[in-house]
Nanobody, 115 residues
Framework: QVQLVESGGGLVQPGGSLRLSCATS????????MGWYRQTRKERELVAAI??????NYADAVKGRFTISRDNAKNTVYLQMNSLKPEDTAVYYC??????????WGQGTQVTVSS
């Protein structure tokens, strides 16, 4: 499995921005699909994902506001979050997926959107 360490969470006012980072230690980063999930009271849901070739997909709730990107030279994936809303409040988790191997997860970072 890959070790994932998230950073960048915090408290922000509605309409503000945050950038989450996820640094990895595994050698398989460049061929892995990376994703960001968030845990609400109800469920853990996919926010955004990016394949090793750079293809992306987003949850409908964040399209046009969030951008996922990756820097293979730094083994890091990012989530730029703009126009944040209170309903974006959650613990955000980084995920790495490679074929049939078990998924790897980070420890999570809290994002709170509140005035």
């Amino acid at each position: 499995q890959v070790q994932l360490v998230e950073s960048g969470g915090g408290l922000v006012q509605p309409g503000g921005s945050l950038r989450l980072s996820c640094a990895t230690s595994g050698r398989f980063f460049r061929i892995s699909t990376m994703g960001w999930y968030r845990q609400t009271r109800k469920e853990r849901e996919l926010v955004a994902a990016i394949t090793n070739s750079g293809s992306t997909n987003y949850a409908d709730a964040v399209k046009g506001r969030f951008t996922i990107s990756r820097d293979n030279a730094k083994n890091t994936v990012y989530l730029q979050m703009n126009s944040l809303k209170p309903e974006d409040t959650a613990v955000y988790y980084c995920n790495a997926r490679l074929g049939d191997l078990p998924d790897s997860w980070g420890q999570g970072t809290q994002v709170t959107v509140s005035s």
